[in-house]
Protein backbone atom coordinates (compact mmCIF):
# COMPACT_ATOMS: atom_id res chain seq x y z
CA UNK A 1 0.00 0.00 0.00
CA UNK A 2 0.93 3.44 -0.55
CA UNK A 3 0.72 5.89 1.87
CA UNK A 4 1.28 10.11 2.12
CA UNK A 5 2.20 11.19 5.52
CA UNK A 6 2.28 15.17 5.77
CA UNK A 7 3.77 17.26 8.78
CA UNK A 8 4.65 20.15 9.65
CA UNK A 9 1.37 21.81 10.05
CA UNK A 10 0.25 24.18 13.45
CA UNK A 11 -0.34 28.15 14.87
CA UNK A 12 1.49 30.74 13.63
CA UNK A 13 0.93 34.12 13.72
CA UNK A 14 0.87 37.00 10.73
CA UNK A 15 3.53 37.47 8.76
CA UNK A 16 5.54 34.31 9.93
CA UNK A 17 6.43 31.18 8.11
CA UNK A 18 5.94 26.82 8.17
CA UNK A 19 7.30 24.29 6.59
CA UNK A 20 5.16 21.53 5.41
CA UNK A 21 6.64 17.92 4.58
CA UNK A 22 5.01 14.96 2.86
CA UNK A 23 6.70 11.63 2.38
CA UNK A 24 5.62 8.84 0.17
CA UNK A 25 6.01 5.45 1.65
CA UNK A 26 5.10 1.67 0.98
CA UNK A 27 5.24 0.15 -2.23
CA UNK A 28 6.03 2.98 -4.32
CA UNK A 29 7.83 2.31 -7.65
CA UNK A 30 7.31 5.81 -8.99
CA UNK A 31 6.39 9.24 -8.22
CA UNK A 32 5.29 11.50 -10.69
CA UNK A 33 3.95 15.19 -10.06
CA UNK A 34 3.67 15.94 -6.48
CA UNK A 35 0.85 18.77 -4.97
CA UNK A 36 -0.20 20.76 -2.16
CA UNK A 37 -3.99 21.76 -1.81
CA UNK A 38 -5.73 23.11 1.01
CA UNK A 39 -8.92 23.70 2.38
CA UNK A 40 -10.76 26.21 4.29
CA UNK A 41 -13.79 25.89 5.90
CA UNK A 42 -16.87 26.13 3.88
CA UNK A 43 -14.94 26.19 1.06
CA UNK A 44 -14.01 24.05 -2.03
CA UNK A 45 -10.55 22.17 -1.99
CA UNK A 46 -7.86 24.41 -4.42
CA UNK A 47 -4.59 23.77 -5.40
CA UNK A 48 -1.55 25.81 -4.22
CA UNK A 49 1.27 24.23 -5.85
CA UNK A 50 2.72 21.30 -7.92
CA UNK A 51 5.60 20.55 -9.17
CA UNK A 52 5.96 17.97 -11.57
CA UNK A 53 8.44 15.10 -11.91
CA UNK A 54 11.29 17.16 -14.05
CA UNK A 55 10.99 19.81 -11.13
CA UNK A 56 8.87 22.67 -13.19
CA UNK A 57 6.41 24.43 -10.71
CA UNK A 58 3.18 26.31 -10.42
CA UNK A 59 1.52 28.54 -7.70
CA UNK A 60 -1.83 29.92 -7.06
CA UNK A 61 -1.73 33.51 -7.75
CA UNK A 62 -3.04 34.19 -3.92
CA UNK A 63 0.59 32.42 -2.79
CA UNK A 64 2.98 33.50 -5.74
CA UNK A 65 6.14 35.09 -4.33
CA UNK A 66 5.49 33.99 -0.18
CA UNK A 67 5.27 29.85 -0.98
CA UNK A 68 8.04 27.88 -2.26
CA UNK A 69 7.77 24.00 -3.34
CA UNK A 70 10.45 21.77 -3.71
CA UNK A 71 10.93 18.03 -3.84
CA UNK A 72 13.34 15.35 -3.08
CA UNK A 73 13.00 12.46 -5.55
CA UNK A 74 15.42 10.34 -3.19
CA UNK A 75 13.37 10.87 -0.60
CA UNK A 76 9.73 10.95 -2.56
CA UNK A 77 9.10 13.87 -0.61
CA UNK A 78 7.52 16.99 -1.11
CA UNK A 79 7.84 20.65 0.44
CA UNK A 80 6.04 23.53 0.80
CA UNK A 81 7.97 26.61 2.29
CA UNK A 82 5.17 29.09 3.31
CA UNK A 83 6.28 32.91 4.13
CA UNK A 84 4.81 35.85 4.90
CA UNK A 85 1.73 33.74 6.13
CA UNK A 86 -1.64 35.81 6.58
CA UNK A 87 -4.88 34.67 8.10
CA UNK A 88 -6.62 33.65 4.70
CA UNK A 89 -3.98 31.01 4.19
CA UNK A 90 -5.85 28.95 7.52
CA UNK A 91 -6.96 25.69 6.13
CA UNK A 92 -6.29 22.26 6.23
CA UNK A 93 -3.04 21.29 3.56
CA UNK A 94 -3.31 18.07 1.61
CA UNK A 95 -0.33 16.47 -0.49
CA UNK A 96 -1.20 15.21 -3.27
CA UNK A 97 0.89 12.71 -5.59
CA UNK A 98 0.30 10.59 -9.11
CA UNK A 99 2.33 7.60 -8.08
CA UNK A 100 3.32 4.19 -9.57
CA UNK A 101 2.93 1.42 -7.09
CA UNK A 102 4.00 -2.19 -7.22
CA UNK A 103 0.49 -2.97 -6.73
CA UNK A 104 -2.07 -2.51 -8.32
CA UNK A 105 0.35 -1.80 -11.13
CA UNK A 106 -1.03 1.41 -12.81
CA UNK A 107 -0.57 5.03 -12.22
CA UNK A 108 -3.09 6.48 -9.86
CA UNK A 109 -3.18 10.02 -7.73
CA UNK A 110 -2.91 9.55 -3.45
CA UNK A 111 -3.95 11.85 -0.88
CA UNK A 112 -2.45 12.62 2.41
CA UNK A 113 -4.44 13.04 5.45
CA UNK A 114 -4.24 16.51 5.74
CA UNK A 115 -2.45 18.63 8.64
CA UNK A 116 -3.82 21.95 9.62
CA UNK A 117 -2.46 25.30 9.25
CA UNK A 118 -3.59 28.27 11.53
CA UNK A 119 -2.65 31.96 11.16
CA UNK A 120 -3.68 33.80 13.69
CA UNK A 121 -2.38 36.04 16.36
Known amino acids: QVQLVESGGGLVQPGGSLRLSCAAS????????MGWYRQAPGKERELVAG???????NYADSVKGRFTISRDNAKNTVYLQMSSLKPEDTAVYYC???????????????WGQGTQVTVSS
Open 26 to 33: GSVVSVNA
Open 51 to 57: ISGGGIT
Open 96 to 110: NAYIFPRSPALWDYY
